[in-house]
């Protein structure tokens, strides 16, 4: 962990969050103001864990287990939301410890006393055999109710949306778009319960697409392709903000591949 205090001009020297063997693994940070932080990482000999900080990042709590079964690897490529005290974890999971043999999965993590205890459920399951299903699936929380999720299943080249409005209690899943292999390195971001984002990778074009729901993931307007040069979308990003009743400002970074950057 580093921190920077004069907006990344200079950063502190990196301290250690956790020191496990096989720990550190796909890390994902939230802060939720200058004291009270949380990393989830993926610990390869227990699964998803999730460590706390309420000095600023001074010092760090022990990692807390939240989603771990035996013989299989949960916690994989994790993202994180807060809101409050409840702290929301999305992530790939295999149902195995073979990578080429196991079905992967996307798991949801969800605390509400600010990380000490954690329930933990499948939002969705079936997906193809070591295929790359829900490979760095996202979240965004509008509210402790109100959640959304963007993933990629590669067995049918789709991506897909998972929406809950009882705070990961239940999940309803749809595809977005299903023509072509698309959906790699989904992110999602929303605005309000109605307004959504999603940007991922068309597969077969090499090029960033965005797709915008204005009902709250009912129906989708058609894609916008973002950025048509050769290999570009590795590792999506997305963040929106509302800048009026109807005006949004969309950020968005991915790799380009040919570049190397």
Do not use: C
């Amino acid at each position: 962990f580093i921190k920077s205090v004069d907006g990344g001009s200079t950063w502190s020297s990196p301290a250690t969050v956790a020191s496990n063997v096989g720990t550190g693994v796909n890390l994902s940070i939230y802060v939720v103001d200058s004291n009270t932080m949380y990393v989830a990482y993926t610990d390869l000999s227990v699964g998803l864990k999730v460590a706390k900080s309420t000095d600023g990042g001074s010092t760090w709590g022990s990692g807390v287990t939240a989603d771990s079964s035996p013989g299989k690897v949960y916690g994989i490529a994790p993202r994180m939301k807060v809101v409050g005290s409840t702290v929301f974890v999305i992530a790939s999971g295999l149902e195995g410890t073979d990578p080429g043999t196991s079905e992967l999965i996307v798991r949801f993590s969800k605390s509400t006393d600010g990380g000490a205890t954690w329930a933990s459920s499948t939002i969705e399951s079936g997906l193809s055999t070591g295929a790359g299903d829900g490979v760095d699936p996202s979240i965004y929380a509008v509210d402790a109710s109100t959640l959304f999720a963007a993933y990629y299943k590669s067995s049918t080249g789709d991506l897909k949306f998972a929406k809950s409005t009882n705070g990961g209690t239940s999940w309803t899943t749809s595809a977005v778009q299903t023509t072509g292999n698309v959906g790699q390195y989904a992110s999602v971001a929303a605005t309000s319960s109605s307004m959504i984002f999603i940007t991922h990778k068309d597969v077969d074009n090499a090029d960033v697409k965005l797709e915008r729901s204005e009902n709250g993931g009912s129906t989708w307007a058609s894609s916008t392709s973002l950025d048509t040069a050769n290999s570009v979308g590795d590792g999506n990003s997305i963040g929106a903000v509302s800048s009026g009743t109807t005006t949004y400002t969309v950020y968005t970074a991915y790799k380009d591949s040919t570049a190397f950057t």
